[in-house]
């Protein structure tokens, strides 16, 4: 079993930047992408980066332009530079394994772009 523990989450001023990063319990394998999603009460999961293995990226609507994703493999940890943050970007975080055995979610961490 993986465990993911995500870092970095806080708040921050509008235009401000954070760097929200994710690592692994252990070494994993058979991956297929790593990513972060992002959650509001009573509303669905939804995409805000994402990393393939082969290196392609995928970004949310909200994050195009704002953020990047990026991955060290040695340390198994991705990490989610966010700029030019707005108060709509608040939510709770979560970092997203998918391997060809499972998916695997972190426990969120709280973004919150206040003044």
């Known amino acids: 079993q993986v465990q993911l523990v995500e870092s970095g989450g806080g708040l921050v001023q509008p235009g401000g930047s954070l760097t929200l990063s994710c690592g692994a319990s252990?070494?994993?394998?058979?991956?297929?992408?790593m990513g972060w999603y992002r959650q509001a009460p009573g509303k669905q999961r939804e995409l805000v980066a994402s990393?393939?293995?082969?290196?392609?990226?995928r970004y949310g609507e909200s994050a195009k332009g704002r953020f990047t994703i990026s991955r060290d493999n040695a340390k198994n940890t991705v990490s989610l530079q966010m700029n030019s943050l707005k108060p709509e970007d608040t939510d709770v975080y979560y970092c997203?394994?998918?391997?060809?055995?499972?998916?695997?979610w972190g426990q969120g961490t709280q973004v919150t772009v206040s003044s």
């Open positions: 997203n394994l998918v391997t060809l055995g499972g998916q695997y």
């Open positions: 252990r070494r994993i394998f058979a991956v297929v992408t």
């Open positions: 990393l393939s293995s082969g290196g392609s990226t």
